[in-house]
């Protein structure tokens, strides 16, 4: 997981991203296997926290397309990835304890959480149902060859675990 788009490691662009692996040797051979002059890789034991910024950058990123669409400007743009990044912590936290603050540090916290809310597919589709007037499903076979966004899906699972803990209000 990390601030890596496809089309600029292709372009041999600077990228890293984050390996979870709880065993040092195979996440050093994976990482001597991956890891080249233009692409950084880091491996961290905290899985959980890793693979749950994976998939709660993409909840951020809508809300990131919806200020681009509605035209509220970069301060609240980063207003809501701040935010963002503060709610995730507080899910891993209680939903995965023992999760570590520094992995959110990492390529696959803070910086995979970046690239999504300014070049993703799920910032792309949610500006786009702004200004569109065009309904998800519609901008989805449009703009994605059919592919689903994973922001909608996931906010529906994060909100299904918030409210089997009474915490949908918090």
């Known amino acids: 997981m990390g601030a890596n788009l496809a089309n600029e490691i ?26 080249t002059d233009y692409f950084r890789v880091s491996v961290v034991d905290d899985v959980e ?10 909840i951020v990123a809508v809300g990131a397309g919806f200020v ?53 597919r799920n910032r792309k589709v949610s500006e786009a149902y702004v200004t569109s007037g065009k309904s998800i499903e519609e901008l989805e076979k449009e703009l994605l060859n059919g592919q689903k966004l994973q922001g909608p899906i996931t906010a529906a699972e994060v909100n299904f675990m918030l409210k089997n803990k009474n915490m949908e209000n918090e």
Not at 50 to 55: D, L, M, P, S
């Open 10 to 35: 292709a372009d041999e662009k600077f990228s890293e991203t984050t390996i979870g692996c709880k065993d040092k040797q195979i996440g050093q051979i994976l990482k001597d296997v991956i890891q």
């Open 49 to 58: 926290a890793v693979e749950i910024c994976g998939a709660l950058k993409n």
């Open 68 to 120: 681009d669409g509605l035209k509220l400007g970069d301060n609240t743009k980063a207003a809501i990835i701040r935010i963002g990044l503060m709610e995730m912590i507080k899910f891993v936290d209680t939903f995965y304890s023992g999760a570590r603050l520094g992995t959110f540090l990492e390529s696959c916290g803070v910086a995979d959480l970046i690239t999504t809310c300014y070049g993703g």
